[in-house]
């Protein structure tokens, strides 16, 4: 299907995930870990959950992991990777808060964690503009005899703008914040992959020389 080469009949592709997949969470300073499924075994990827928090505005250190009895081989660890997250601070006018945490089991199957958002709720009081209609004041009339009243133009009527009411309503505002997190886990740092990428270029420029 992907090829430009061919030409086959379009069929749909389901990925099947073949390992049930958990988070384990705790807030900091507590000692209680709570674990949850996440991605159980049959379930399609890419696929992303949200665990939201009310009253809670971060400081959590999440380990995604695959799931007690999972049928991974000999020597693999359960362990995917682990999570520092921070905390936001809260403004004084936030009437109510919650912060998600965006769990993703990526095209690889690979589960990561994504995005940790803050949420702000407010209310606020505006003032908002009524609509108002103009008022039309006619000019006054002025007494003239005979045919000259008639020759004369007409004035035209005064219009005065009326003074702008406003009337107070209550307005629901929110906002969202990312918090920042570090992770861990057992793919390479980043500067340690570019080292073996500069490695493999130079390998394969000393290939190439001796080929030439």
């Not at 384990?24 to 928090?53: C, D, H, M, R």
Request: glycine share 4%; hydrophobic share 30%.
């Amino acid at each position: 299907m992907l090829s430009p080469n061919f030409q086959v009949a379009n069929f749909e592709v389901e990925e099947f995930n073949v390992e049930p997949i958990s988070i384990s969470y705790k807030f900091k300073g507590t000692e209680k870990a709570i674990t949850k499924e996440l991605f159980k075994v049959g379930s399609n990827f890419p696929s992303t959950k949200s665990i939201t928090f009310d009253n809670k505005s971060g400081k959590v250190d999440l380990m995604v992991h695959y799931s007690e009895g999972s049928t991974l081989m000999t020597g693999l660890p359960n362990q995917i990777s682990q999570y520092d997250i921070g905390e936001h601070k809260i403004d004084e006018k936030t009437e109510k808060f919650a912060f998600t945490m965006r769990v993703s089991n990526n095209i690889h199957n690979v589960a990561a964690l994504d995005e940790v958002e803050l949420v702000q709720e407010w209310t606020e009081m505006e003032k908002i503009p009524v609509k108002g209609s103009a008022t039309v004041v006619p000019p006054p009339k002025k007494e003239e005899e005979g045919d000259k009243a008639a020759e004369k133009e007409e004035p035209k009527p005064e219009v005065t703008k009326p003074e702008q009411k406003f009337e107070t309503k209550e307005k629901k505002k929110k906002t969202f914040s990312n918090i920042k997190f570090t992770s861990s886990s057992f793919a390479l740092a980043p500067n340690q992959r570019q080292e073996f990428f500069d490695l493999e270029n130079t390998l394969c420029m000393e290939d190439d020389d001796i080929l030439e």
